[in-house]
């Protein structure tokens, strides 16, 4: 037997009972939300579009923020932002007025204590249906602020292990340096002696007689000076700065720079890299860290005796669609055994003294600059670590031109 209502046909009555079923699941489905909205540990708030208002907030903006919910309605966001933040926000503001799709962001909130917490946010537009005007903002937020610390410790974690390794490859070049200062230093010596005996000899010298030799003496302790800047600027622990950097000069100076501990090892270094090569933006210091990490590797497998046959180490560079360049560290060593990924294993090592995190350390930074290392092995002897970095914006407008 079938049931109708009223005189309704029977096809008709069932889509009436249809069309109450679906909006009594409609406000099923509504209560059950705001039911969790109201016990969710997420903030869910609500926000008038122009200076942000609350116009709603869950009861999690007591346990997130100190506020009551009747404190903090009323209140705009603006007033709560770290003042770091506010003009940030002000001027990213239009994105977030999109019609379609959400936008998430980052930030420190003042709880009603004053101290300061990470919140995760996502927030929706509503608009009106008809005329597309902006109605309010939905947002939920989360408390990020362990995550955040944890990244901060992780980040410093990082700047120390860089450093460590930059003093560690110091420390595996100390002889080659010590050499490269012992020339200057005996330089002055000489110079210094060869007036004293003139003095001695003649018991008075002229300004002319006197002012070349000075002015060896000036040049000479500039240049045992400039050996010790760099040292310190490699050594020295400082934030990373990105500029436009000269590839070719960059391993000019570091090649001359490992010049004595090629010579110590027997080792010929060259530089083969075209004279202009476009530019990357990059850390100078990092860029140094990694190549003169690479170079040093490259000298110690090609070592041999003073009366052997020297072996070579050399850098070259290739471009990939204009867009990345790729500088290479070539060596006639013995070459790489086993898994060549495994290099790059932290505390992974091959050398009897080696702490195995040179490599590690050179492919993240590599990779911090939105680049790739990876090495290779060459038929026969030798083999090959490959730097790939992306060029600067300015370097691929002109050679797209």
Not at 19 to 41: H, I, K, V, Y
Not at 121 to 149: F, H, M, N, P, W
Not at 367 to 389: D, I, N, T, W, Y
């Amino acid at each position: 037997m079938i049931l109708s209502s009223g005189n309704k046909p029977p096809m008709e009555a069932s889509r009436a009972q249809q069309g109450q079923s679906a909006l009594t699941d409609d406000a099923e489905r509504n209560r059950l939300l705001a039911e969790m909205a109201e016990q969710s540990t997420d903030m869910i708030s609500r926000h008038t579009p122009q200076e942000w208002r609350f116009i709603y907030a869950s009861p999690a903006v007591t346990h997130l923020l100190g506020y009551s919910v009747d404190e903090i309605i009323g209140m705009s966001a603006y007033e709560l932002y770290h003042p770091d933040e506010v003009e940030d926000f002000k001027r990213r503001r239009p994105s977030v007025f999109y019609e379609k799709g959400f936008y998430t962001h980052t930030y420190r909130f003042r709880c009603k204590d004053g101290h300061y917490t990470w919140l995760e946010s996502t927030s929706r537009s509503i608009r009106d249906a008809q005329s597309g005007e902006l109605k309010e903002i939905l947002v939920v937020s989360r408390d990020v602020s362990r995550r955040i610390e944890a990244e901060a410790r992780m980040l410093q974690y990082q700047k120390e292990l860089n450093r460590a390794s930059r003093l560690v490859v110091m420390g595996e070049m100390a002889s080659g340096l010590a050499h490269e200062l012992n020339q200057p230093l005996t330089a002055i010596v000489n110079y210094a002696r060869g007036i004293e005996r003139r003095l001695e000899a003649k018991q008075s010298l002229s300004l002319e007689e006197v002012t070349p030799v000075l002015q060896r003496i000036t040049s000479t302790a500039m240049r045992a000076g400039g050996i010790l800047h760099r040292m310190m600027d490699f050594a020295r622990k400082q934030e990373p700065v990105r500029e436009r950097l000269d590839l070719h000069g960059l391993i000019d100076d570091l090649l001359e720079f490992c010049a004595s501990s090629a010579a110590q090892s027997n080792v010929l270094l060259e530089n083969r890299t075209p004279a202009i090569l476009p530019q990357v933006m990059a850390d100078r210091v990092q860029l140094e860290q990694v190549f003169l990490n690479l170079i040093l590797n490259a000298i110690e497998s090609c070592q041999t005796k003073p009366e052997d046959e020297p072996l070579s180490v050399w850098i070259d560079a290739s471009l990939v669609k204009n867009e990345q360049v790729i500088i290479s560290v070539y060596d006639q060593g013995e070459g790489l055994s086993g898994d060549v990924e495994q290099l790059f294993e932290q505390f992974f090592t091959t050398k009897a003294e080696g702490l195995g995190m040179g490599l590690s350390i050179s492919r993240s930074l590599i990779e911090a600059h939105g680049g790739q290392l990876r090495g290779e092995k060459l038929p026969g002897k030798g083999s090959a670590f490959h730097v790939v970095l992306p060029l600067s914006l300015s370097s691929v407008e002109e050679l797209n031109e």
